[in-house]
């Protein structure tokens, strides 16, 4: 998931637009690439992400220090959240790609099937000692196609003050969620709050649930899955969570929390920067709670990849595999992390920058167990994500019960 | 085109066959700017349109260009979801009321504004407020205004003691459909009013002075003498009221996103997901072809009403 999945409303229109032209205008290309200085030393290569400031800055460095250091120039464009998926169509049918890609990890599968993207294992990279399940996410087929230097997934985040003064600790199984949730709803706050919207951003919030009782996209028409929706079900329908989840964002849960509006929230590590900006607001992050104790919380993992497209120019080819390489080193993968607040991808940097990082410490430990969206359907995920988010709107609103709801989209 | 005979003076049959076939081309010069400028920019996206409604156009299609021919499967799965009839039932509902709603707003304060008042000119300006504000800005503004825990209508409500629990206008899938037609209807009112009250500015005063003088006034007034000279402009506002209602997306996706649990999901907000979230461009286009065939039945009607208006 990515933190620009909120600001979709706002890029709607330059999605549609932009991709509106990449159908009529196939031929024509707004990117102004290949103009590189490559008489002189070493090559330009075009590098295109998503990212948007102050996060775009840090890349930025971190994109140009790279190219210095291979004796290239880098010419970089950021694409507005969900724009990028519509250009990068656009792209791959005028044969017009950036030498170096950034794929949120779910669009990998997608963009690797229509045969743009070129195999890393061309250039060397193995993804050896990363976390398996963001390798699993940037292969399609077998295949390594993008790696992500870092990465982030959902915790449960809660008001340190409110449980204090409700002397609770937090919850580590559903029933203590459920109860502290309950205990915690006073006059114009809830006790907890998450996001049930219908796009894949609701879907990514409840597979933690899904996942932890062993409910699976395959079949979500299961006792297990059912269970989980249940729980959230529950919440909404007693008070203890706002009747809204269904149209909130994460960035909508965020601003809940944030204003003290909600006593827990289950959210990512991106959003550690923001909450520190609230003054009065004193919050922790734990694991989210699972069905019984002592189990393992399967949360979706999060993250951006880097992908090098098939140019057609070799040489270009290489060295932007080489970039891919130096994005993913470690000493960048824990500049990225401490920059937007994600975990290094490699389990040993991981290690390592949990000890320095408190704050980011509980998301090292749920990320080595989480699982990626795209590894067991590959492209098929955008199905299943779909019918997941259905049957969830059709538990919250009442309209079905759960299990009647999940059979009901199963079907669809 | 205006060229006409009139240069042809020639004397001899041969060159006056050459000079009219000189003007044809002429003609077609002339007209030929026009020509590609609609071929190109309406023919071909129309066509390309029709097309990939009969294709499997997906992502991959972009790269290898092969979308194979699969007929009236992007159609008949569309059709035969569960997701089709709560779709056109949605579409209905959400045009007849935003129809209903715009119209019989706007032509009340365009009436009201047929009186002359201090500022009237003043206020009439700030009622195209809504048609000059940024669509998706719009729509942020009422998500807030509507929200149900925190939003300043139901807490407005809640004081007044109009309502004793909160209203969930926009989190509840019967109300939802409802929320976004009024979110429309404030949207659609400027351009009712507009066209209305210019419609009225034609009518003659001795009209309604003479009628006053027979006694017809009020009421009377309108239904014999606003009413019938406004009715060709009713039609126009009516006709391409609908055509711009059917093909709303913004409102839809900024306020609800099509949801809660599909409350709010019109033929048009289905074919942009199915396009541009699924990229299932084919199963997209498919269900825009449906709308842009009831689309054109309308522009249709729009087309024989504007032509009975002007010969009239």
Known sequence: MNRQGSRSTRVLVAAATCAALALALAGCSGSSSGSGTSATTGLNLTIEDYYSQPAAAAYDTIYSACAKQLGDTVTISHIAGAALIPKVLQQVSSRTMPDVLMLDNPDVDQIAATGALSPLSDYGITGAGYIPGIIAAGSYQGKLYGLAPAVNSLALFYNVDMFKAAGLTPPTTWAELQADAKVLTKPGRYGFAFSGVNTYEGTWQFMPWMWTNAGDEKNIDTPQTAQALQLLTSMVQDGSASKSVVLWTQADVESQFAAGKAAMMENGPWNIALLQGVSGLHWASVPLPTPQAGQKSVSPLGGETYTVPQAGDSAKMAAAGKMVACINSDANQVAISKAVAYVPAKISVAEQFAKTNPLLAPYVTVVQTARSRTGELGNGWDTAATAIYTAEQLALTGKDSPAAALKQAQGQ | ?312
């Open chain 2, 1 to 312: 085109m205006t060229l006409t005979g009139g240069q042809a003076t020639g004397s001899g049959i041969p060159r006056r066959t050459r000079g009219l076939r000189q003007e044809r081309a002429v003609t077609w010069l002339f007209l030929l700017p026009a020509l590609i400028y609609i071929v190109l920019f309406f023919g071909y996206p129309i066509v390309k349109n029709a097309v990939m409604g009969s294709q499997d156009y997906t992502t991959a299609t972009f790269y290898t260009g092969s979308a194979p021919w699969v007929g009236w499967a992007n159609y008949s799965s569309f059709l035969s979801s569960s997701l089709a009839g709560t779709t056109f039932l949605n579409t209905a509902v959400f045009t007849v009321g935003s129809i209903a709603g715009q119209f019989t707003i706007g032509l009340a304060i365009a009436l009201f504004f047929r009186r002359r008042f201090p500022l009237s000119g003043l206020l009439r300006s700030l009622l195209l407020l809504p048609w000059l504000l940024p669509l998706i800005a719009g729509a942020a503004v009422w998500r807030w205004i509507l929200d149900q825990d925190s939003g300043v209508l139901n807490s407005t409500l809640l004081h007044l003691h109009l309502v004793h629990t909160s209203v969930p206008w926009l989190s509840s899938p019967g109300m939802a459909l409802y929320s976004v037609i009024i979110v429309n209807v404030w949207i659609g009112i400027p351009f009712n009013v507009t066209l209305l009250y210019s419609g009225m500015q034609g009518i003659p005063e001795e009209h309604y002075e003479a009628a006053a003088i027979d006694g017809a006034v009020g009421w009377k007034a309108f239904r014999h003498i606003t009413w019938p000279a406004l009715r060709p402009i009713v039609t126009v506002v009516l006709v391409l009221g609908v055509i711009y209602t059917l093909k709303v997306v913004d409102i839809i996706l900024g306020l609800t996103g099509g949801g809660p649990a599909n409350a709010t999901q019109t033929l048009a907000t289905t074919a942009y997901q199915d396009s541009f979230v699924r990229f299932a461009f084919g199963q997209g286009a498919a269900v825009n072809n449906i709308l842009l065939v009831v689309s054109l039945l309308f522009a249709g009607l729009y087309l024989r009403v504007n032509r009975r208006v002007s010969d009239e």
